[in-house]
């Protein structure tokens, strides 16, 4: 065992200590750095580990008779109440996308590749040669409250998001490409100009260009329907805190909402209208679970499944023998943010202020990136299930992810060279670095709190910057809970240098929504022309062209690195433990598996 390892080995213990000795007393917090779903929110093995891909199956097919109905249970692993916003235009977060998939609004069905398919609610027809994309709903689809899915519920979310009084964050570069959405946005028009209700079950959409992103759901593309009939009369800005996103949400899915207790439990019963058949379910129960008692939960059968269940908890759960664990590389990535800038909500637009920020020296962000012993990290508390990332890409996205790419590697030598050369010295001999001003540095944290792991993790990552003589400090003087993270990294509050966070990407590679100068997500405040030229081209004209779109998201990738706004963390890989008296579900990205096929062949989980 190397030195390095017996190092984080002995801070583990010493930190178990200290919480033993506070009694155990611990907050409700998030679990390990969720992740905020992008339509949308991803892994490999340290090297000479067995390939993770060959860790776990995908697919759960346990034998027995199936009973008739009855009621899934399912566990919502999270240290935090979810917020309950039950809209595909509106919602911010991981868990509550997490509950929205079973009652899913999506027209469109995905191929292994997260293409958009004509198998589902609707088909897309795009004309490149003009621009524009059509879509048609396929059949006679109702709504869980018996009303007809038709056109008006296709272009409902565009004049949600379009709308000026819209307080969301999907306003961005790829909306704006709809023709006319701008002036929507802007109070000049009292419609989206490049929206055509062609006849009720068909909707053209005009765009300023087609590229590639569409098929991915980009280019501005919309995916998910909303009820008109619920929510065209509701007035956008107060749509936030309506019933019909949080009380009684109308659905398209497989199940449809029952009783919602704010921020702890959703129950879902059978949606009779559902367009691909009624579920062999009667509903399913899902309910907020801390992240230190979800493998006990599942070891004494309170639940059949849970979702965003922690990797560090593998080890509590991998020997349990009433439950199968299916497993995935995950659409994720984990990442260190440098705030270099501002969001103007006026304008709508990125400020970036290199200057005027602390973290605006490159050699400074740099450096933080090579102290940092992620790849220790992922071995020793996540079991190798996370691995260092490489990139902003995640493996998943094979096409793009470039594992060629090295990313920054663990090099303490290296970040005291960087910090040395460019003039940052410990001047009052107190083993901390001053700026090259010889005034006191010091760096304020933002990062989530979450299980006892995440806390350990993060005093890990301070002893690391502590190492190259860096002063970071926790922002607010304590990890900071789920939510009030995410307002905190978005409001631009003045205390936070730095902070680290996770995306859920979505099934859209494209990297605009998360980093053009339009995009609310760029919560680095990143931008410069060169940013935006390799943007756009990502989802051009000329990227419908594979190896071109691939050649740029390769300079994508590059530059990124070259000038380390955002330094990218970990992969992971995504565990799914399953009771077993749960018959037939399908964890992988390639399927036609749908929630309708499961089936329960006992009254009560497997103890």
Request: charged share 25%; aromatic share 10%.
């Amino acid at each position: 065992m190397n030195k390095k390892l017996l190092a984080i080995l002995a801070l583990l213990v010493a930190f178990m200590l200290f919480l033993a000795a506070c009694n155990n007393e611990e907050e409700a917090t998030p679990s390990e750095e969720p992740g905020t779903s992008e339509e949308g929110t991803e892994e490999g093995t340290e090297e000479g580990a067995e390939s993770t891909e060959d860790l776990f199956p995908t697919v759960l097919e346990n034998e027995g008779d199936a009973i008739e109905g009855g009621t899934l249970k399912v566990a919502l692993v999270n240290d935090s109440p979810f917020q309950g916003i039950f809209s595909y235009t509106l919602y911010e977060d991981a868990y509550d996308a997490d509950i929205l998939s079973w009652s899913s609004n999506s027209l469109f069905k995905t191929d292994g590749d997260f293409l958009l398919t004509n198998d589902g609610i609707a088909s897309i027809e795009v004309d490149g040669d003009n621009n524009k994309a059509t879509i048609t709903i396929n059949q006679d689809t109702l709504w869980s409250d018996g009303e007809p899915l038709k056109a008006e519920d296709i272009v409902q979310p565009y004049l949600i998001i379009g709308h000026p009084d819209y307080a969301g964050v999907r306003y961005d570069a790829d909306f704006q490409n709809i023709v006319g959405a701008v002036e929507y946005n802007a109070g000049e028009a009292d419609t989206i100009s490049g929206i055509t209700i062609v006849d009720e079950k068909t909707v053209e959409i005009q765009f300023n260009k087609v590229s590639p992103a569409i098929y991915s759901g980009g280019d501005g593309l919309w995916t998910y329907a909303e009820p008109s009939h619920i929510v065209g009369d509701i007035p956008v800005a107060e749509l936030l805190e309506s019933e019909a996103v949080r009380v009684n949400p109308v659905t398209l899915g497989a199940f449809k909402f029952d009783r919602i207790v704010p921020g702890e439990s959703v129950s879902f019963v059978r949606n009779e209208n559902y367009w691909a058949g009624e579920a062999k379910l009667d509903g399913v129960v899902i309910q907020t679970v801390p992240s230190a008692s979800a493998a006990k939960a599942m070891e004494t059968g309170e639940y059949d499944l849970a979702m965003s269940f922690p990797t560090s908890a593998y080890e509590n759960v991998k020997d349990l023998e009433n439950i199968t664990l299916l497993g995935r590389e995950e659409l994720y990535y984990s990442y260190l943010g440098f705030k270099l800038g501002k969001f103007n909500y006026d304008t709508n637009l990125v400020e970036t202020d290199i200057e005027g920020s602390k973290m605006g020296d490159i050699e400074l962000r740099k450096a933080m990136g090579y102290a940092l012993d992620i790849e220790q990290v992922s071995e020793v508390f996540y079991f190798g299930l996370r691995e260092r990332a490489n990139s902003l890409i995640p493996p998943v996205f094979a096409s793009f992810h470039d594992p060629s790419l090295e990313g920054y590697v663990y090099d303490p030598e290296m970040a005291n060279q960087i910090l040395d050369d460019a003039g940052y010295e410990d001047v009052d001999g107190d083993g901390l670095r001053e700026d090259p001003n010889g005034e006191k540095l010091e760096i304020m944290l933002a990062a989530m709190s979450g299980d006892e792991t995440q806390e350990q993790v993060i005093n890990y990552y301070l002893q690391n910057w502590q190492e190259v003589g860096l002063d970071v400090q926790l922002a607010t003087g304590r990890l900071i809970e789920f939510n009030t993270f995410y307002d905190k990294v978005q409001a631009d509050d003045p205390e936070i240098d730095i902070f680290m966070g996770a995306w859920g990407t979505g099934t859209n590679p494209s990297p605009s929504g998360l980093y053009s100068e339009t995009a609310v997500y760029n919560f680095s405040r990143y931008t410069s022309e060169e940013l935006e030229g390799l943007l756009q081209a990502i989802d051009s004209v000329e990227a419908l062209d594979a190896d071109f779109r691939a050649s740029k998201f390769r300079e994508w990738q590059e530059y990124m690195h070259e000038v380390s706004a955002v330094i990218p963390m970990q992969f992971r890989y995504e565990l799914l433990p399953i009771n077993d008296r749960v018959k037939n579900y399908d964890f992988s990205y390639e399927t036609d598996f749908d929630l309708i096929d499961i089936e329960l062949t006992a009254d009560a989980p497997v103890k």
